[in-house]
Structures are given as structure tokens and as C-alpha cells.
């Protein structure tokens, strides 16, 4: 097994949703190999592209004395004593630790088997092993597919967004907890995997071969006028980089949007990288881990004049969030879009007796401004629907670049 990240900061998509082709971010750290990490290391943080369990309904958060929220959290040595009592009792570690995790009201801690949690190291180059399908649970309580990777085995097939999944394998879908579909969908490159799915009423099943699949994390266009877009799908590893050599890359005096639509976040160090690119130095974000404050800088040297325009939606989430509260409260970006999703939490994994990992709730981040993301998201600047970059690029305009 990977060493474990120190701190997570750990995303839930509204509409429960995950990516089945395990598509998840984990920092490889040097753990140790028993017992519970301790290493207070906010460089190996990391923001988790995806969910394998659900939070429980309604804001589990409780309010500080300063009148900051506070997520609630599990006992860590209560979810360890859990899990060992069971596999001394030959049964499932992992059940019992969640059963805990779950009547703490900590919204964001979950449990993985090891596994589940080594899968997560693929994501870090941007990497995993999967059928390509992004799925969430409809109102309905169905798990159907939200998205397909271009060119995957899903997309190959002609499985499309809108397909409801029935089964993997013979295993019918229906009443299963997000976390036992992603591992019925797991396995090795080039094994195959049956999925029966219905689409307009009508049934059809497919058999797909698992790859190793991979996303471009940052991509760059241009818009009439010389304004650059960049879009950042994920924190992955050199993604902050990539940003950075965008921005050097621009047109000189041309106006930049920074795409953090659908952002799910990342690894913490790259989302501070990202900002890097637009700060000279300075706060970042700061945290709390059990009522002790950390905080994080940007990296001197970034473009400060360059007119800059962030385009958000419920989508952005986490690391993607740090990034824009840090540039909206220094007012560095005009953001654009909707409400964000309003995860600043902070989660510490735990290695149970079992090899099996809970990540639970230690703390909170919150932005230059003091403010707590956490449950309440980033409001834009601008509101805008349909034609957010069409509204961004006014403001560019009226910022004198653009057309």
C-alpha cells in the first residue's frame, strides 16, 4: 500500500455522485507501516477527485467559540478500536469502522479497503486503470452515467451520458452504496467487465476491457482578441506548473479566464502552485488541524497585472476553491459563474488493523478573507448561466482587453 496523505480534503458531489473508473487523487507519502500518520505535512494534502461513500443528509457541522464552522469528526482511536476488535473477531474491519464513521455525523470520513485506497496513487499523474464512466445517483435513487471519458472503452462502446446502469458483472446496481459499485467496476488493465444498462426504456449490456486511461489535467485555447482560457480540470501532479507556463505563454496585456468549472480539486501544493501563477507571494489559505492554525503561501514572481477572470460553477470544489477564495479575497480575479460547492474541510487518514484506511475529519481551511468554505461555497463576483464566458469576456472588456 501507498503511505498515506497527512490531510485530505476530501469533495462530495451533491448529487452523490463518482467516478467509477476510480479516478481518485492520493499523495504517496513515507507512512509508516502500522499504526496512525501523524506527519503534519500540508504538501501531501490532497482533494479527492470523486466519492466512494456518501455523506450522511443535511450540514453535519457544529459552531466554534469564534464563530467559525467546525465539521463534525469521528474518534480516530475509536474507529481503530473498532476495526481491530472486529478482526480479532474475524470480521470486517472496514464494516465496523465505517459504522462508527457514520454515527459521528462526520460528513466528510469515509473507509476504504486497501485496495481501494492504493488505487487512488494511479491518479496522481493523471492515470487510472477504469472504463471511462463518470455516474451519480439520480433523484430517482438510480445510478446512471453522468459522463464518459473521450476515446475510453465506455465511449468506444457508444455508452453515453443519460445510460442507466443496471448491473456490473451480474451484480444488479440497484440499492448499492456508491462505494460497492466503484468496486465492482475495479480490476486490472485488460480484464473485462459485463454492464447491463437501459437508455430510453429499452435494455442492452456491453462487455468492456479495463485500461489504463489518462486526462489532459490543463488545457489552453485561445478567443478572438487574444484572450487566453485555461482550463483545469484537476490538481494533478504538474498541473500547477503547466498553469504558470500558460500564463507565461499569453499574449503580453491580454486578458486570461482560469476555468475552474467542474473542478472537483487535487493535490493542495498544486492548487497553490496554480495560484502562484497570479500572486506575488502571499497568503494562500490557512488551517486548522485540532484547533492549531497553519497556514499556506503562494510562491513569489507570478503575473500580478495581467487582467484575470475566474469561471466557477457547483462544481468547483476543494483545492479548486482555495485557489479561487484566495484570489477573489486579495483581489487578484473577478469571478464569474455560480455558487461553488463549499467543501474546506480537512481529513486525516488513519491505517486500521485490517490495511483498510479511514480518513476522518480533523479541521477546517478557510480563505485570506477568514472566510470557511466549508457548507457555504464561494459566491461570484458576477452571476452568470448560460454564456459564462461570453459574460467574462465583457468584463475583460471593460478591463480594457479582449475584443
Known amino acids: ?18 467516478v467509477l473508473t476510480l479516478a481518485f487523487l492520493a499523495a504517496v507519502g513515507t507512512g509508516a507501516s502500522t499504526g496512525c500518520w501523524n506527519r503534519e505535512d500540508p504538501g501531501a494534502w490532497t482533494a479527492r477527485a470523486g466519492a ?123 440499492g448499492l452504496a456508491v462505494a460497492d459499485v466503484v468496486a465492482l467496476l475495479r480490476g486490472a488493465a485488460g480484464t473485462p467487465v459485463v454492464l447491463n444498462l437501459s437508455r430510453d426504456g429499452a435494455d442492452l449490456t456491453q462487455t468492456l476491457h479495463r485500461e489504463q486511461l489518462r486526462t489532459e ?3 489552453v485555447r485561445r478567443l478572438p482578441g487574444g484572450i487566453t482560457v485555461i482550463k483545469v480540470a484537476s490538481f494533478t501532479r504538474g498541473s500547477g506548473e503547466r498553469v504558470r507556463a ?37 497568503l494562500v489559505a490557512t488551517y486548522d488541524v485540532r484547533g492549531a492554525e497553519r497556514a499556506l503561501y503562494a510562491d513569489p514572481g507570478g503575473d500580478t497585472d495581467r487582467p484575470l477572470v475566474a469561471l466557477v460553477d457547483g462544481g468547483t470544489m476543494s483545492a479548486a476553491e482555495l485557489v479561487t477564495g484566495a484570489l477573489q479575497d486579495r483581489g487578484r480575479a473577478v469571478t464569474v459563474g455560480s455558487r461553488t460547492f463549499g467543501k474546506g474541510s480537512v481529513q486525516m487518514p488513519t491505517e486500521l488493523a485490517d490495511g483498510s484506511v479511514a480518513e476522518l475529519t480533523v479541521g477546517t481551511y478557510r480563505t485570506p478573507g477568514g472566510r470557511s468554505l466549508d457548507g457555504s461555497g464561494i459566491t461570484p463576483d458576477l452571476a452568470a448561466g448560460e454564456g459564462v464566458e461570453e459574460r467574462a469576456a465583457q468584463v475583460l472588456g471593460g478591463l480594457g482587453v479582449g475584443p
Request: aromatic share 4%; with cysteine.
Open 52 to 174: 466512494l461513500a456518501e455523506p450522511p443528509p443535511g450540514d453535519a457541522r457544529t459552531e466554534s467559540g469564534g464563530g467559525q464552522p467546525r465539521a463534525a469528526t469521528a474518534d480516530r482511536e475509536a474507529v481503530a478500536r473498532a476495526a481491530a476488535e472486529a478482526v480479532a473477531e474475524g470480521k470486517s474491519g472496514k464494516k465496523a469502522a465505517q459504522e462508527v464513521v457514520s454515527r459521528s455525523g462526520d460528513r466528510w470520513g469515509t473507509v476504504y479497503d486497501r485496495g481501494e485506497y492504493a488505487a487512488f496513487a494511479e491518479d496522481l499523474d493523471g492515470r487510472w486503470t477504469g472504463v471511462g464512466l463518470w455516474a451519480g445517483r439520480g433523484g430517482d435513487g438510480r445510478i446512471g452515467i453522468d459522463k464518459v471519458q473521450p476515446g475510453g472503452p465506455a465511449a468506444r462502446a457508444g455508452l453515453r451520458a443519460g445510460d442507466r446502469l443496471l448491473s456490473v458483472d451480474g451484480h444488479a446496481v440497484t
Open 1 to 18: 500500500m501507498p503511505g498515506l496523505p497527512a490531510f485530505c480534503l476530501r469533495p462530495r458531489d451533491k448529487r452523490r455522485g463518482a
Open 246 to 282: 500558460a500564463v507565461r505563454a499569453a499574449p503580453a496585456g491580454a486578458g486570461v479566464m482560469l476555468d475552474l468549472r467542474g473542478n472537483r480539486g487535487g493535490l493542495v501544493t498544486e492548487a497553490v502552485a496554480a495560484a502562484s501563477a497570479f500572486l506575488d507571494g502571499g
Open 217 to 219: 489535467p490543463v488545457t
